[in-house]
């Protein structure tokens, strides 16, 4: 009776030692969720946007089981033949950057009409898109609220690209911003027409300093650059736009009024994560609130504790 | 073979087939082993180019961040001297990781992976020199780009590694799986081959306890086991077989025994009771006998008192016959006186001379009688000598009493009929006595006739003479002959006396006989109380032999 009840302990053990698989905490790449994203035109590297996107998605990865492929524009024939190499890699979601591969979106969309997307930075009416924008209009708001704090001129100024509704959306931003701080600050206006030409950017800067304009907001893409370089050239500050463009002009960009991508993306993969495809075809708003719009660190004036601290105020106050 | 031995080869195989199933077991560890050995090196590849391409986009970073400012020329190219080796690494490490076999969309990242590499290569080797510090920017998120490519290929290569893991954790599952049923099987198999052993040994030594039990219960018909190996088991059979032989042998003896027992008290039994007949018959017969020797005393003590009667006759006759003699002599006198009255009385002599032959005549018949009493003389002795004879026969029947009683009784016959004759022999006596006695009377009235015919025929004395002369003769030799017979009465008396010292001496043998035969009787009722004895013990005897049987019957023999 003793060696059989041994024998039973022993049988027990042995199975209870080989069913108890220890379970793989990793899960594999199939059993992972599966973020394709298509960048847009420079691609990773460009210090913007894409980058932006692509740090979400390093940060999604660290926090969530997931798995992400990325194509730059270059490494593809064209946007579509790109987006449907990402659905034909089952990814659970495909985000699109920029407002530039939509229409090559919307027809692979079609296509797939299962394939979840989100489209970032613009916005469209496909039933599997995702919309994902950024309130410019709170941001600018931040960003006019700063110009206004560290103005000495009592004037600055504000270069959009096109004159679309979008760029007017920074415009009013960064004007109630200002005269939320200073009623009576002077704002210059000036729409360039265009979002590649760095030199008129420049013009556009070396005419708004002469006006005395000390401070300057731009929302005009590469035209944008220009904008910012004449800034530090001229001794003036300015304040980029959509992703810290510090690097842009060291000396001048004081902070930029940053689109943060990454969080929304981020975001979205998380509640995606969390309730598949919960969020598909709506258009999403990313504004101060969610950290979807703000401003990237202070640099250049001295010293700038009580900017951060007028400006968090302001934040407060929105 | 021995029990033990075999014991040890059951124990021998199961080790040996329990030394294959751990032989199986370490055989499949080892190629598990082996497996692992190949599949980590893979992964340590990746990780390697995983943190060669972080130093590279970190190497980068930094560069971007000292080409910003002014630098001694020295420290930038020591950096670039520093990123050229990462490369060189880099190529290596990348390298490697194309030659690990993937497939599919990991196939294609690898593919993806090393055309990323390459350009950021290229780039980079044209980008350093110019120190453009957005585009060296530029290129150290891109390097970043292939960070994450790598990392994705680590994934796989994880899933690969799990999936070889899972693969490898079946494996050891089917081994242990294998070792349970395995181990199962021998434990099975130690139990069958230990429950055959142990059953081989315990069956016939359940079948030597059945028949022990039967043995106790008294049952010997038991067969022999039939137990061909040779061991220890085999001896206990063979013994414990050749024992319930013995005992059954034993039984056998016993039951003969007992019923020899009980035949032979049944015997005894029997013959008691007819010794105790017998010696019943030898008290009654010598009760008989003392009886008998009573009356062969009383017979004896007549017998004796007649020969003294006879005697006393006998006396009276030599007292008769010397008287005669006397009278003989006195009649020789008057012969002799008569003779010289002879001559004259010769006439008278003439019928004298016939009452003298009637009388010569009448002595004879004396003479003849005597003879006859001499006879029965010698017949008493006889008889006395028979009787003697007897009397020592009787003794020694008496001494054989114990066989047989019926001796006696015909001893005691004989010495009665004896007796009896010796009574007619003494009746006899006593009547040729009176014959004698009567022929005496006629004797003495032929002598008173003789006187008278002599008174009368006085006268005729020559004839007288004559007559005298012989008568003369005949009256010596019968006054001889009357001596003799007076010496033969004589003899008679001293062997009739002799004869009653023999009836006296008989008769003190037969009282002592008598006595013996008391001493008999006695011993006889001893014996008898004896045998009373005897038979009690037999009695017992029978009831132990009777337990006995009824306890060796209890046994059932073949």
């Given at each position: 009776m003793k060696k059989i009840g041994v024998l039973t302990l022993l049988i027990t053990l042995l199975l209870t030692g080989c069913t108890s698989k220890e379970s793989t905490t990793a899960k594999t790449v199939a059993e992972r969720y599966h973020v394709g994203l298509m960048l847009s035109d420079?691609?990773?590297?460009?210090?913007s946007i894409s980058d932006l996107a692509f740090d979400g998605l390093v940060r999604a990865t660290e926090d969530f089981d997931i798995v992400f492929r990325y194509l730059d524009?270059?490494?593809?024939?064209d946007y579509e033949q790109g987006i449907e190499q990402l659905v034909k890699q089952k990814n659970d979601v495909i985000f699109v950057i920029g407002y530039m591969p939509q229409e090559a979106l919307e027809k692979v969309a079609k296509k797939y009409p299962k394939q979840q997307f989100v489209i970032v930075d613009t916005v469209s009416d496909s039933p599997n898109i995702s919309s994902i924008t950024f309130d410019e209009e709170q941001g600018s708001y931040l960003a006019g609220a700063l110009a206004a704090t560290i103005t000495q001129s009592n004037v600055i100024g504000f270069i959009g690209g096109e004159d679309v509704d979008v760029i007017h959306n920074f415009e009013r931003g960064y004007i109630e911003g200002a005269k939320k701080v200073k009623p009576t600050i002077d704002v210059l206006t000036q729409y360039a027409n265009t979002y590649t030409d760095e030199a008129k950017g420049t013009a556009i800067a070396k005419e708004m300093i002469t006006s005395k304009a000390d401070v300057l907001f731009a929302a005009a893409g590469m035209t944008g650059t220009g904008v910012l370089r004449e800034a530090a050239r001229a001794k003036a500050y300015a304040i980029g736009v959509d992703?810290?463009?510090?690097?842009?002009?060291e000396k001048a960009v004081v902070t930029s009024m940053m689109k943060n991508i990454d969080v929304a993306v981020y975001e979205y993969i998380r509640k995606d994560i969390e309730?598949?495809?919960?969020?598909?075809g709506q258009h999403i708003t990313m504004g101060i609130q969610d950290n979807g719009v703000g401003l990237a660190p202070i640099r250049v004036i001295d010293p700038i504790a009580p900017v951060e601290q007028a400006i968090e105020k302001i934040k407060r106050a929105m | 073979m021995s029990i033990q031995k075999k014991l040890m080869i059951h124990a021998l195989l199961i080790i040996a087939i329990f030394s294959i199933m751990l032989s199986f077991i370490v055989y499949h560890l080892k190629s598990v082993q082996q497996s692992n050995a190949n599949t980590v090196p893979e992964l340590m590849v990746i990780q390697e180019a995983q943190l060669q391409v972080n130093n590279m986009q970190q190497q980068l970073e930094n560069y971007a961040v000292l080409i910003n400012v002014p630098q001694d020329e020295a420290v930038v190219t020591q950096m670039t001297s520093t990123m050229e080796t990462t490369v060189k690494k880099l190529d290596k490490t990348i390298g490697q990781i194309e030659q690990i076999p993937f497939t599919g969309e990991a196939k294609n990242t690898v593919q993806m992976l090393v055309k990323r590499y390459q350009l950021i290569k290229e780039e980079t080797f044209a980008i350093i020199p110019t120190k453009d510090v957005t585009a060296t920017k530029r290129l150290a998120v891109r390097t970043g780009g292939i960070s994450n490519d790598i990392e994705h290929i680590s994934l796989y290569q994880q899933d690969d590694y799990y999936k070889m893991l899972e693969g490898l954790n079946k494996r050891i599952q089917n081994v242990i799986w294998y070792t349970i049923i395995g181990t199962l099987f021998i434990v099975i198999l130690a139990i069958t081959l230990t429950y055959l052993a142990t059953r081989k040994i315990t069956k016939p030594l359940a079948t030597i306890a059945n028949h022990a039990v039967h043995i106790a219960d008294g049952?010997?018909?038991i067969e022999k086991m039939t137990y061909t190996n040779n061991d220890e088991l085999k001896q206990l059979n063979d013994a414990f077989h050749s024992m319930g032989e013995s005992l059954q042998q034993l039984i056998q003896r016993i039951q003969q025994t007992g019923v020899g027992v009980e035949q032979h008290t049944a015997q005894i039994v029997k013959d008691n009771t007819h010794v105790k007949e017998m010696s019943n018959a030898i008290t009654l017969a010598s009760s008989e006998l003392e009886q008998g020797t009573h009356e062969i005393k009383s017979s004896v003590q007549n017998t004796v008192n007649l020969a003294e009667r006879m005697n006393a006759t006998f006396d009276d006759t030599v007292a008769m016959a010397t008287h005669n003699v006397q009278r003989g002599k006195d009649m020789m006198q008057a012969i002799e006186d008569s003779q010289r009255h002879i001559e004259a009385q010769r006439e008278t002599m003439q019928a004298s001379m016939t009452t003298s032959e009637k009388m010569e005549s009448a002595f004879n018949e004396l003479k003849q009688q005597t003879v006859e009493i001499e006879e029965m003389a010698q017949s008493v002795s006889a008889i006395s000598d028979q009787t003697q004879l007897l009397a020592l026969n009787a003794s020694i029947e008496a001494a054989r009493a114990g066989d047989s009683g019926k001796g006696f009784a015909v001893v005691a016959e004989e010495v009665g009929k004896l007796a009896a004759d010796s009574t007619t022999a003494t009746t006899t006596i006593f009547d040729l006595v009176q014959a004698i006695q009567q022929q005496f009377a006629i004797f003495t009235t032929a002598i008173e006739q003789n006187q008278q015919v002599n008174q009368e025929q006085h006268n005729a004395t020559e004839q007288a003479v004559k007559a005298f002369t012989f008568i003369q003769h005949k009256i010596t030799s019968m006054m001889q002959d009357i001596s003799q017979m007076a010496t033969d009465m004589q003899h008679t008396k001293m062997q009739s006396e002799q004869t009653v010292a023999n009836m006296e001496e008989m008769s003190s043998i037969i009282e002592e006989n008598a006595a013996n035969t008391t001493h008999i009787s006695q011993a006889t009722d001893e014996q008898l109380e004896a045998l009373t004895q005897v038979a009690k013990q037999i009695i017992h005897l029978q009831q132990l032999t009777n337990e006995l049987m009824s306890g060796v019957n209890r046994f059932k023999l073949k």
């Open positions: 420079m691609g990773l590297g460009d210090l524009p270059q490494e593809v024939k992703s810290d463009q510090y690097f842009l002009a309730a598949p495809r919960s969020q598909m | 049952d010997l018909r």
